[in-house]
């Protein structure tokens, strides 16, 4: 199976950047497809982005499309969630998810297939 950790949330203003990073270990990184998810206070956990297994299929939340962009190194075995222009409505736990696709035929996975998930970073947006 594969671990997941996340790192690179924090405090920050709105309009401001960060960018998280998921680390992977334990399998071969491009056999699985890749997401991201965060849960606000008193909310749902809600799909943000996805990446196939080569990077180059990719997919968004509308409420993220222009702000945020998702990427994979697989020598790295890192998947990343670059966040622009965030507003106090991006505060959540963003969580990376892995789906097992060792023959590469998934592009967007169903939430539901995420068989693994990292512990989650913080991000709060302050106004």
């Known amino acids: 199976q594969v671990q997941l950790v996340e790192s690179g949330g924090g405090l920050v203003q709105a309009g401001g950047s960060l960018r998280l990073s998921c680390a992977a270990s334990?399998?071969?990184?491009?056999?699985?497809?890749m997401g991201w998810f965060r849960q606000a206070p008193g909310k749902e956990r809600e799909f943000v982005a996805a990446?196939?297994?080569?990077?180059?299929?990719?997919y968004y939340t509308d409420s993220v499309k222009g702000r945020i962009t998702i990427s994979r190194d697989n020598a790295k075995n890192t998947v990343y969630l670059q966040m622009n222009s965030l507003n106090p409505e991006d505060t959540a736990t963003y969580y990376c998810?892995?789906?097992?696709?060792?023959?590469?035929?998934?592009?967007?996975?169903?939430?539901?297939?995420?068989?693994?998930w990292g512990q989650g970073t913080q991000v709060t947006v302050s106004s």
């Open positions: 998810a892995a789906v097992s696709d060792p023959h590469h035929t998934i592009i967007v996975p169903r939430t539901y297939e995420y068989g693994y």
């Open positions: 334990g399998r071969t990184f491009s056999n699985y497809a």
């Open positions: 990446i196939n297994w080569s990077g180059g299929r990719t």
